[in-house]
């Protein structure tokens, strides 16, 4: 048997089992197909004249045929187990599908509970912390006031009092001491008062002290503006003494000058009296009429000189002679 009819052969078969499984909508024209492939492949090495080679031809057919009706029982026996088969898995399937959804579903829920005992845990981990912290604090607290039980419970033995009369004392005490605690919170209110009202003194006195120190600056700026017109004062005064020095010198020579000037009119022979060294204002006076008197007599000499001098001729009169 040749290699290409075992090939069709098997890939017949194929065909055959995909059909059964999946039926013929699926691949209805491939055995009709592969059967006209088989003719034309069987007519092409179709002998012409030699019987041993038809015979051997019929022989390798009626053996073909015998083992393509083998592998068709084979076949159907195999669909027919796959149909079983597929009508077990399909139910087997679908339960299994809805077993996996149930058992996720079983699963979240599981991780949510798992999940909010986490948080309770960690809740109860930070609570347990806490109460052991208050617990340690309340065991400190304890074993620091042991010693006022025991020393309650000491004197309690060494007093031989009845228990009434130990609880009266103890609410005497006790109004006692809560008299001491207001005395004390008085006091404490009275501290705070006065502290309060120094600070508010204490604020007082540094704005007058602030105040003051304004109004020294401004006094002090004052001052310093007084200064400056004090100096520029003395600085005038003393150009005005010096103007004052100067004066009275002026007036000093003026002084001589007239006194020089009035004793040259005295000793002149005018006939004016003499007058008094320090009547400056007579001797000026005396001065200006002598001067006054000197002129109009100067005056009156030039004129009796102007008419006493001899006339000439003028030059019209000398060319008119000529």
């Known amino acids: 048997m040749s290699s290409g009819p075992v090939a069709r052969i098997v890939a017949m078969e194929n065909v055959i089992v995909f059909t059964c499984y999946f039926g013929t909508s699926h691949f209805p024209k491939l055995p009709e197909a592969f059967i006209t492939m088989d003719q034309t492949f069987l007519h092409k090495q179709k002998p012409e004249d030699d019987p041993t080679v038809l015979r051997g031809q019929r022989l390798d057919l009626e053996a073909r045929c015998a083992e393509q009706e083998l592998r068709k029982a084979l076949h159907k026996e195999k669909e027919a187990a796959m149909r079983e088969d597929k009508l077990t898995v399909v139910p087997f399937l679908k339960s299994n599908d809805v077993q996996r959804s149930r058992a996720e579903q079983q699963a979240k829920e599981e991780r949510k509970r798992i999940n909010e005992l986490e948080r309770q845990r960690c809740t109860l981990v930070h609570e347990l912390t806490a109460l052991r912290l208050r617990k340690a604090r309340l065991d400190r607290s304890v074993q620091q006031h042991a010693v006022f039980a025991a020393y309650v419970k000491k004197v309690s033995q060494s007093v031989e009092q009845e228990p009434a009369q130990l609880m009266h004392s103890f609410g005497t005490l006790m109004h006692c001491a809560n008299r001491l605690l207001q005395i004390m919170q008085h006091n404490l209110d009275c501290a705070q008062k006065a502290r309060s009202e120094y600070a508010l003194h204490h604020q007082q006195a540094a704005d007058v002290i602030l105040r003051g120190n304004n109004a020294l600056g ?69 001065v200006k009429t002598f001067i006054t008197y000197s002129t109009d007599v100067l005056l009156a000499v030039k004129k009796t000189q102007e008419a006493l001098k001899p006339r000439l001729p003028n030059e019209k009169e000398a060319k008119a002679t000529v």
Request: proline residues 3%.
């Open 218 to 286: 401004a006094l002090q700026r004052d001052l310093d503006n007084v200064q400056s017109i004090r100096m520029n004062m003395e600085a005038q005064w003393s150009h005005i003494l010096d103007t004052a020095a100067k004066k009275t010198l002026e007036l000093g020579t003026i002084k001589m000058a007239s006194l020089n000037l009035s004793q040259f009119v005295h000793n002149s022979k005018s006939g004016y009296p003499p007058v008094g060294q320090e009547d400056t204002v007579k001797q000026l006076e005396q």
